[in-house]
């Protein structure tokens, strides 16, 4: 049993490495994005008042 277990842990330690990998690749790739898209899409104007349409 002790082999079963030891597989299980190198597993586990496996799968949280990679999920860490992944999240430093998705890291990496946002900041070569060249601007904030939150605040890009904060910052566009928006005309807020409704336009009456005439029959």
Do not use: C, G, H, W
């Not at 904030?36 to 566009?44: A, W």
Request: aromatic share 12%; proline share 5%; hydrophobic share 35%.
């Amino acid at each position: 049993m002790p082999f079963f277990q030891e597989n299980k842990k190198n597993i586990e330690y496996f799968l949280s490495f990679r999920k860490d990998v992944i999240k430093s690749l998705f890291a990496i790739k946002q900041s070569e994005i060249p601007f904030d898209v939150i605040e890009r899409d904060t910052k566009l104007p928006i005309n807020r008042k409704k336009t009456q349409k005439t029959k």
